[in-house]
């Protein structure tokens, strides 16, 4: 990709994630803590574990074909944002950068965003009552500095930028589990695949570390 403009207007910003190249190290998620200052089990970005496998069957032998690869999950940014329908005060917004975040003056804490978001990113914080979620860094960017999660990552593993030239550069795929059906929200999401991802519908395996993650993405 090209050099980035950090705030730019109408540009539709969403997120990059190479399922091939991440470890499950947790560096992102603690990135993001670390930098919003989120309390014991907010998390604005979370690493999930999705393991599962079959069996290969060939005459009267059996082969197990199990797996385990790791999905960076937070919030999407999505083109058609759920949060935003399900907020009833409006305090879910979204800036003219195409990013949506938490107006704190509005919200009032009722978690209706929270029930709705099918990748479960806004979440209760309840030393202020309100929600929390993602804003892809929006005070980095307009320092020009690069989203927490995306500068800790040492794989790699995340990038960031205008929807349209991540899509370019890294083709449309964001249909993998253990994400939801990507159509419901329409994510700003890439997503490389791991060569074991299973798709949203047609996947064997289960999460693996949902109480180290507290809340996990959810099939529509």
Known sequence: ??????????AKYGFF???????GCKACQIACIDKHDLPTGVRGRRGVADCGGTWQISGDTFNPS???????VSCNHCEDP???????TTAMS????????VDQDKCVGCRYCEWA??????QYRKDTGRMSKCDLCYDYRSKG?????VAACPSRALDWGPI????????????????????????????????????????????????????APRPC
């Open 82 to 88: 759920i949060c935003m329908k399900a907020c009833p």
């Open 94 to 101: 979204r800036r003219d950068d195409g990013t949506v975040y």
């Open 1 to 10: 990709m090209g050099e980035k403009n950090y705030t730019a207007k109408g």
């Open 66 to 72: 199990v797996f385990t690869y790791y999905t960076s």
């Open 17 to 23: 994630f190479d399922q091939t190249l991440c470890t």
């Open 117 to 122: 978001c099918p990748y479960s990113a806004p």
């Open 145 to 149: 500095k690069e989203p927490a999660c």
């Open 164 to 215: 349209d030239e991540l899509r370019s550069t890294y083709g449309n795929e964001d249909a993998i589990a253990p994400l939801p059906d990507p159509s419901v929200t329409k994510p700003h999401l890439v997503i490389t695949a791991h060569r074991d991802a299973q798709r949203w519908d047609e996947r064997t395996g289960e999460i693996a570390n949902t109480e180290e993650i507290g809340c």
